[in-house]
């Protein structure tokens, strides 16, 4: 499967002219092997000095398949045992790689696409992409969810240039890595509803064009939960796809607007371990328990609405004490502040905010069930709740609350913050 980016590089009726960096994207089994004669004879021959980074997992899903291109590369294979991409990993990276190198090629799923796009960018050289995994939708995207003094932050980085997604080498991986991209795709109801919801209660800018990609990614997927699961080539080479819509979307748009919120800032609390300890989770298990944490929040505001039980009222701000108490002894406090400077919900007002709360209720009623979207997740072999990651229930209303600070991007769960509900 030969995936046109140009098509996504056109005017559009949001108005913008949407830009995509991808030159080449190619998902089919043998796609190493196109690789492997770009480099020798095809748009890839110029670059001579060019750096693999991998992890000991990745390096030997693909030792013998990229043996070719192995022997014409620098070769550094990261210890896949709690690899982050983080300052740590990029010093790593930086302390091993030879000086003269003039392409990256990311060999792995999302950690090791973080720490080649980041370095990528910092050393202004190209890079491709080689999914080892479904495992999530990073692979073509612009930034980079980097590890950063203790705060999740999502950076400014660099789309690869190409990528070769090869079914021999991804449609084999771990079962649970193919279910934690599925999980990052399911998630993407709760972070579209956030979206549109902004855009209905402050006018942020809003692409339909950009969301009918992903709604487009989510469709493919559900179609075929349970052949991918089981590991039907075709099937997962549709993942991968939906995987890579999902990238371009935030590739349109310049940011992850598209794919990321609410759900994703609980996931990043949790990265932040202030409330909770190491989890022995993969980023998209985690994803898929925060989005039915929030679905479920997003549900019972939807239900007060339409109940008469949920006004607006002006913004105040209740959770100084517990930032203080929660990011204060990691020494976070001062990030967090900067990061939510200025206070978004300061801009809306409870008069305005009131006027839109049928709009909300609508966007929330458009979201599957808590059920529906359980029965998906557990069709799929995905994580559903706090235990399935290393959590327990008393971890869920302080997410809840907390989560919004980790990423200055409105969603309903901060504008939660303005509602009265009553009656609980």
């Not at 069930?369 to 072999?381: D, I, N, P, V, Y």
Request: some cysteine.
């Amino acid at each position: 499967m030969r995936v046109d980016a140009d098509d996504f590089a056109r005017p559009c009726s949001c108005g913008r002219e949407h830009q995509i960096a991808v030159k080449e994207i190619l998902i089919e089994a043998g796609a190493v092997e196109k690789l492997e004669e770009e480099m020798s004879e095809g748009m890839l021959r110029e670059y001579i000095s060019p750096l693999v980074i991998c992890d000991t997992n990745t390096y030997a899903a693909t030792e013998e398949l990229m043996e070719d291109i192995y022997d014409r590369c620098q070769v550094l294979v990261l210890d896949a045992e709690g690899l982050q991409a983080d300052r740590h990993a990029i010093k790593i990276v930086e302390n091993n790689m030879e000086e003269d190198i003039d392409l990256i090629l990311a060999v792995g799923a999302g950690t090791i696409h973080d720490i080649s796009r980041y370095i990528a960018h910092n050393y202004k050289v190209p890079f491709i992409s080689v999914p080892t995994a479904a495992s999530g939708d990073g692979f073509v995207t612009t930034v980079a969810a980097m590890t950063l003094d203790g705060v999740k932050k999502t950076v400014p980085s660099v789309a690869p240039i190409c990528v070769y997604a090869d079914t021999d080498i991804f449609s084999k991986a771990p079962k649970r890595l193919t279910a934690a991209g599925i999980s990052d795709l399911m998630a993407k109801y709760i972070c579209l509803a956030d979206w549109k919801i902004a855009n209905l209660v402050t006018g942020e800018y809003f692409c339909r064009e950009t969301v009918k990609l992903e709604e487009k990614a989510l469709k493919t997927v559900k179609s075929s939960i349970q052949d991918i699961t089981e590991g039907e080539e075709d099937e997962c080479e549709q993942l991968m796809y939906a995987l890579i819509l999902s990238g371009l979307a935030m590739q349109m748009i310049g940011n992850s607007r598209p794919a990321s919120c609410a759900e994703h800032q609980v996931t990043h609390l949790w990265d932040m371990e202030v409330i909770n300890g190491p989890l022995d989770a993969l980023h998209g298990e985690k994803v898929s328990v925060a989005a039915l944490l929030v679905l479920e929040e997003y549900k019972r505001i939807a239900a007060a609405i339409t109940q008469g039980r949920c006004h607006a009222k002006p913004y105040e701000n209740e959770d100084e004490e517990l930032l203080k108490e929660t990011f204060g002894k990691k020494g976070l406090l001062e990030e967090i502040r900067k990061e939510n400077e200025p206070e978004l919900l300061e801009t809306i007002s409870p008069q305005h905010l009131e006027k839109c709360l049928n709009g909300i209720e609508e966007i929330i009623d458009e979201l599957p069930s808590e059920q529906t979207m359980f029965r998906l997740l557990e069709k799929a072999g995905c994580a559903k709740t706090v235990y399935d990651i290393g959590l327990d229930e008393s971890a869920v209303l302080p997410s809840l609350r907390l989560a919004p600070y980790t990423r200055r991007r409105l969603s309903l769960l901060r504008i939660s913050k303005m509602l009265d509900i009553r009656g609980e």
